[in-house]
Structure formats: C-alpha cells, structure tokens
C-alpha cells in the first residue's frame, strides 16, 4: 500500500475543502483525482506532500505518517505541484543537481543523464529554466520530482496548458512511470484519465463520491442506454414510450428523440418496429454508453 | 543544508547581486577612507580606521536587506517555497542554509578591508602605531552587526512575496534596532531615570562597547539573541501555512 488516506479532514475557517476522505493508492497503479474546480484536489494532494497539516484523520506514504514521520514520508514522494514552479534563473542541469543534492542521491550526474534522456530534455539541458517553453519546463518538472527515484508521485495538474503533441509526450511518460511507482494525477481532463489512469476518484466539495477502475466506473453510471432517433413525421411522446424496454423520453428537436433504456435490453428493435407500425420513416437510429463526461457531470451535480 | 547554501552562493553571483553588493561596499567604503577630504584618512592625521567603522553600519543598513531581500520573498512569489518545504528538509535546515550564505557573502565583502589595516599600519608614525585591539573588536562588532542584520532581512522577506517590500521592511526593522533606541533614550521620559536601559535595548550602544575592543559577554550575548530571536521568527513565519 503506497499511498493510505483515512478520514482527512481540512477545514478553512467555516469552509471544509476537505470532508473526510479515505482512499488507497497502489503500486503500479496510476489513480486519477478528479473533481471540479475547488473540491479539494490539491488540498488533499498538499497534504500528503507535507506541504499543509490536515485538520483531522491521517496520511501515510510507503508506511510513513506524513505529521509524525515527515522527513520518511517526504523522501519517498516526488511532487509536481500545480502551475509548476521553477527557479526561473538556474540551468536546467544546475537545478537538476540542486534537487539530487538536497535528497542525497547517490551517483548524481549519472542520474541526471538518465533523467534528461527519459523525459526528452537532451537538446535543452544548458539552457535556463526561464528560456525553455511551457512544455519543456513541464519536463524539468517532472524530471525534478522523479529524480531521487521516488516511490510515490504526486502530480497536480501536469498537462495543464501544454499543446496536443506535448500532451500525449507526457502521458506516455506518466503510463511508463506508472508501470512501476505509484502516480496519483488530478487533471479536470476527463479523457486523459480514460487515456492515462487505471483507476479513478472522483471527489466533489472535499468528499468522495466516486472510487472504481475506470471501466467499472463507465459501466456502473451506464446502467442505462442512451438512444437518439429521430423521424420523418411526428410522433407523440406517449407512443414512444409505451415502447417495450423504454424507460424515459425527451424530445430533442422537432423530430429527434433521446430515449433511455436500462443497459441489458437493446431498444432498437423494438424502435424500428415501432416505426413500421407508424408508417414513419426512421433518419437516425444510434445508441451510446454514458461516457466520462456524463459519469463526472452527474457525480459533481 | 549545505544544498541550499550552494544554490544561494550560485544564485548571488550569477545573478550578479553578489558582486554589485560587494563592489559597492568596496568602492564606498575606498572613497570614503581615502579620496573624500572630509573623512578620509589621509587629511586626518591619524592612523585609525574609525571613519571604515562608523560608516560601514550605516551602508550594511540598505546594502544587506539587498542581499537579503529575495531569499524568501522570491521563493514566495514564484511559488517555489512550496517545492522546497516538501523536501526532506526541515525548516530550520532552510533558514540556516541562506542565512549562512548571505553572511558568507558578507564576510567576503568585509575581507578585503583587511588590506586597509595593513595601508594604516605602514602609514602610522612609527609604523605599527595603531590600536590593533580596538580594530579587532570593531571588526568583530562589525560581524556580529552585519550578522544581526541579516537575520532580520531573512525575516523581513520571509513575511512577504515582494522584495522591495521585503527590502523596506528590512531597513527599516535594522534602523530601528540599530538606532531608534538610542534617539528614544533621550527622550525626557526617559532620561534620568532608564536611559541606558532604552539604549541598550539598541544595537548601536553595543556596538559601540565591542568597538573599543572590549569583547563583554553582555554585547556578544546581545548580538547572539537579537540574531538567535529572528531566525526563530522566520522560522515560525515559514510554518505559517500550518496556523
């Protein structure tokens, strides 16, 4: 178990950013931490870092209390915090150099050679932190906070404002990662956490309201089908529903239809027959699961 | 610690504060001792560095908040203290690692004045007619000033994410210390009755003592607290994210 969160709480004033949340990470494992805007995410992410106290409840990395066995706890964490912040003034390898020294890695150029070529720094390691562009500096990033070979890494945000190709650069680099450590990720990207993340939590307003692999979590909230069809002529909505296996009706436009029907009994049959039996031509016909997007939305309502 | 200490001797000469910090006290401190008529050693007949001590306070009061003023300050704004705390570092580990890299970056702009010690010591008639105990202790005064400022100017930028606010307060909290209580001591309220306890409340009376090369325990312990009190205090400013 890398990463054991029970009960945290955080509290601010009156307002809990936090609300007694309890999960587990796993090694090998990367976890998406999902939520809008202000749930909690990097509150809960400063808190296994070290950076803020919880208010109640407990952290542990690798075993180690983050209150009570910090510098344990700390060492076994490498952390990108949200926006990426970065001594603007320093050489890509100075910095580098500084990190390593201040964990005392053992055979420190040599691990900084590795860390460079992993995370594609090669051509821009003379450079100053401040010349290189945002995705670049998004490496320096990531390559401070793997490079005392962390068992535990905590990103908050890591492709926020990055250009599409560099987007998909990073995350094969966090899936590799994840092969082997244990990476916990907040994004508000829903599709990099179906691209990225074996298993994701969803919390809203400081409490969880959602821990599951990534396929059970679309399939638990696609207890329904979704079915848009639409016809030449109209039909009355009580006639669409008294088809077999339909369990609500919306209108959609003049002609469409949004229908629901529980995810075991395809509809569209019976929606074809339907519209034989109507003498109404049939435009469009198609059927979807809820995807992450309608999962996210209806959690975080 | 000693990371850290590395990074800000780094970050004070490649960003070239270092040397406009070291240069300028240099260069002052030469036209002051040796060109300017009105102090310079030269016209006064006498083979003392009086004018290098009673003048060196006074420029340490802006040119150390300078050197002080982003340690933390910077940190703050870019949002790089965060990273650093989460490092198996402790707080202590920190403050102590820029403090001694902001007094080692003023012991090498004092040491060259050695080279001043020896120009008087010719220059003195016979050569060597000085009081060598008195310029120790003015230099040890002067270390233990320079020390105290310092740790004010950690605690100055340490409070805020601005450097010239940091660098202001700086100043201004090194004025005060070094000489408000002396100006305060003569107020008619206190005069007579605790004068000298306002004043050696101030750095300045202190100062003064260790300057005629009378190394007392009260002026070393004085120093030694007034250091020792703010750096606890940045310290406890940095865990302020705690509170």
Known sequence: MSVKVRHLVKQYGTQRAVDDLSFEAHKGEVLGFLGPNGAGKSTTMKIITGYLPQTEGSAEVCGFDVTDQSMEARARVGYLPELNPLYRDMYVTEYLEFTGRVHQVPNLSKRIDTMVERTGLGSHRHKQVGALSKGYRQRVGLAQAMLHDPEVLILDEPTSGLDPNQIVEIRALIQELGREKTVILSTHILREVEAVCHRAIIIHKGKLVADSPIGELQQQFSAQHRVTVAFDRPVKPEALRAIPGVASVEAAGTQRWLLTAPLHTDVRPAVFAFAIAQQAVLLELHQEAYSMEDVFQQLTK | ?243
């Open chain 2, 1 to 243: 610690m000693l990371a850290i200490f590395r990074k800000e001797i780094n970050a004070f000469f490649s960003s070239l504060i270092g040397f406009i910090v070291i240069g300028a006290f240099l260069v002052l401190m030469g036209l002051l001792l040796w060109v300017f008529p009105d102090f310079s050693v030269l016209d006064g007949n006498y083979a003392t560095l009086d004018t290098l001590f009673a003048i060196a306070p006074m420029v340490f009061l802006f040119l150390i908040p300078a050197v002080t003023m982003r340690s933390f300050a910077e940190e703050n704004q870019s949002g790089t203290l965060e990273l650093l705390v989460t490092r198996p570092l402790s707080d202590w580990q920190i403050v102590a690692g820029k403090y001694l890299a902001a007094m080692t970056l003023v012991v090498f702009a004092l040491l060259p004045t050695a080279l001043y010690y020896f120009t008087v010591y010719r220059l003195g008639a016979p050569p060597g007619n000085l009081d060598s105990g008195g310029i120790m202790g003015s230099y040890i005064g002067l270390l233990f000033l320079a020390a105290a400022f310092a740790a004010i100017g950690l605690f100055a930028s340490s409070l805020t994410t601005n450097q010239i606010v940091a660098f202001l307060l700086a100043t201004l909290l090194c004025f005060t210390v070094y000489l408000v209580f002396d100006f305060l001591s003569q107020l008619p309220i206190f005069y007579g009755t605790s004068d000298d306890l306002v004043q050696a409340l101030g750095m300045q009376s202190h100062y003064d003592a260790l300057s005629r090369g009378v190394l007392d325990t009260r002026d070393v312990v004085y120093f030694l607290s007034v250091i020792a009190v703010f750096l606890a205090a940045t310290v406890l400013s940095l865990g302020r994210r705690k509170w």
